[in-house]
């Protein structure tokens, strides 16, 4: 499976960005979807997930209430809707692929499959 993500770009603090991820096959029809990102010198911190059963969505505490993390199976795409960005929030954001558990979406390591990456910048 290859996961191309875009959507990144330089953003206003209150502004907002929609990131996509499109799998070459149909990954996210059948595996968890996930979103880290990851800021320098720091380890992939989890924003979101979709999990595989069900398509229910679970966040982050710190992004909650400001991004949403949604599905088009048909396109075989997840995106992360970004709201209200803060400076914070910058970094590289990664989708991924996980067959994991459900207790296990927020830890990277259980993630498979990695999407290339797409920068993320939010000026004060």
């Known amino acids: 499976v290859q996961l191309q993500a875009s959507g990144g770009g330089l953003v206003q603090a209150g502004g907002s960005l929609r990131l996509s991820c499109a799998a070459s096959g149909r990954a996210f029809s059948t595996d968890t979807g996930g979103w880290f990102r990851q800021s320098p010198g720091k380890d992939h911190e989890f924003v979101a997930a979709?999990?595989?059963?069900?398509?229910?969505?679970y966040y982050a505490d710190s992004v909650k209430g400001r991004f949403t993390m949604s599905r088009d199976a048909a396109k075989n795409t997840v995106y992360l809707q970004m709201n209200n960005l803060k400076p914070e929030d910058t970094a590289v954001y990664y989708c991924a692929t996980s067959r994991t558990v459900l207790s296990g979406i927020r830890d990277a390591q259980n993630y498979r499959n990695w999407g290339q990456g797409t920068l993320v910048t939010v000026s004060s």
């Open positions: 979709i999990f595989r059963s069900g398509g229910y969505t």
